[in-house]
């Protein structure tokens, strides 16, 4: 008898439990808001330009035209890289310099200017616009200088040929 009370005890624990309720819904709290829109990387940097020039000489004369701007905080560069690390108008990124291949521009030694974040995604910010647009108003003129001075630097280090003695 025991074991039979003891069952119908456990019997009805468990059944009352297995029953399923309907979710309560606090009709006073506010709505879930909506997810934020899903942001996409661009996929090539706003400003991007090539210009008919050696990569070496481009690489250069970014530099030169990054240190004498106005709100360009110049970070540091790496040569193997092609590259600058800047900051303007509180934006850090990379500009690159990248040589295309000859196939691609019809024989012309040609570089690419670009842009990225630190992770080397494309960026699309109007400071690195702004910046990618003067680098392409004014690279040519500070290319021209850069391989003037490059020659004239070249010209002191060529060892001055002496004038034989003619002699008796």
């Not at 004369?61 to 905080?73: D, F, K, L, S, W």
């Not at 509180?90 to 024989?107: R, S």
């Amino acid at each position: 008898m025991r074991t039979l009370a003891f069952l119908l005890l456990v019997l009805l624990l468990v059944v009352p439990g297995c029953r399923t309720r309907e979710p309560v819904v606090d009709v006073s709290a506010p709505a879930p808001a909506a997810p934020p829109p899903l942001v996409t990387a661009p996929a090539k940097t706003r400003g991007e330009f090539t210009i008919e020039a050696d990569k070496l000489d481009t690489w250069n004369a970014v530099g030169q035209i990054a240190v004498r701007t106005q709100g360009v905080e110049y970070h540091g560069r790496a040569q193997m890289l092609d590259l600058y690390s800047l900051r303007y108008r509180g934006v850090d990124f990379f500009v690159l310099t990248k040589a295309l291949p000859a196939a691609q521009t019809g024989n012309r030694i040609t570089t690419k200017v670009t842009a990225t974040t630190s992770a080397g995604k494309p960026i699309d910010h109007d400071a690195t616009a702004e910046l990618l647009a003067l680098f392409q108003r004014e690279l040519p003129a500070e290319i021209r200088s850069v391989r003037a001075r490059q020659a004239a630097e070249r010209a002191k280090k060529a060892p001055v040929k002496k004038k034989a003695k003619v002699g008796p």
